[in-house]
């Protein structure tokens, strides 16, 4: 099980960002998808969810409205839109199967927030 996130970079605030997560080693399409953040310091935090074949979303509450969760069975692919980007989002961004705690986390991508 591998996933290998990307699409991270500097951005202003109001800014967008499109995240891309290729994920391998399992069935995708069988398995719901999370993404998650971890901030300089912080602990890693839940940021949005999206089941199996993309029919139920969850966001965290501090991203709800400005981040989209999709996905792309056939390329194996999670998304993350970013919309409307704050300095508080800056972090690294990671993307993991949901529920599996098991599976090894990616490198992650680096978001920055700044003017």
């Known amino acids: 099980v591998q996933f290998v996130e990307s699409g991270g970079g500097l951005v202003q605030p109001g800014g967008s960002l499109r995240l891309s997560c290729a994920a391998s080693g399992f069935t995708f399409s069988a398995d719901g998808m999370s993404w998650y953040r971890q901030a300089p310091g912080m602990a890693r935090e839940l940021v949005a969810e999206i089941t199996s074949h993309g029919g139920s979303t969850y966001y965290a509450d501090s991203v709800k409205g400005r981040f989209t969760i999709s996905r792309d069975n056939g390329k194996g692919t999670v998304y993350l839109q970013m919309n409307a980007l704050k300095p508080e989002d800056t972090a690294v961004y990671y993307c993991?199967?949901?529920?599996?705690?098991?599976?090894?986390w990616g490198k992650g991508t680096l978001v920055t927030v700044s003017s």
């Open positions: 993991k199967r949901r529920g599996v705690g098991s599976d090894p």
